[in-house]
């Protein structure tokens, strides 16, 4: 399993608030970050893998959305967490 909780609690730790805050955007962004580039290499491998791509389509697209939304309430927290995970815009 590539997602453990332990994974799960110092993704939550290093970009939120704590390792219990689960609920901001950058913890949020972090995780889906994380997941889709996991995604991203099995499907180099098994590129047949529809439901997968599916899946990593909706995951950029959940990103997007909260990083959209921390752009319109806080662009310091924006280009904070972008530069941070090596987003490119």
């Known amino acids: 399993m590539y997602l453990n ?3 799960k609690k110092e993704i939550f730790e290093q970009y ?3 390792n219990t805050d689960t609920g901001s955007a950058e913890s949020q962004i972090a995780l889906f970050s994380y997941r889709i580039a996991h995604l991203t290499e099995h499907l180099k491998e098994n590129h047949k893998d529809f439901v997968t791509q599916r899946s990593l389509t909706k995951l950029v ?3 997007r959305a909260l990083l959209n939304y921390l752009y319109r309430i806080d662009v310091n927290r924006y280009r904070a967490i972008v530069k941070a ?3 490119r815009r």
Do not use: F, Y
Request: charged share 25%; no cysteine; hydrophobic share 35%.
């Open 5 to 7: 909780p332990a994974k």
């Open 16 to 18: 939120g608030a704590s």
């Open 61 to 63: 697209g959940k990103r």
């Open 85 to 87: 995970l090596g987003l």
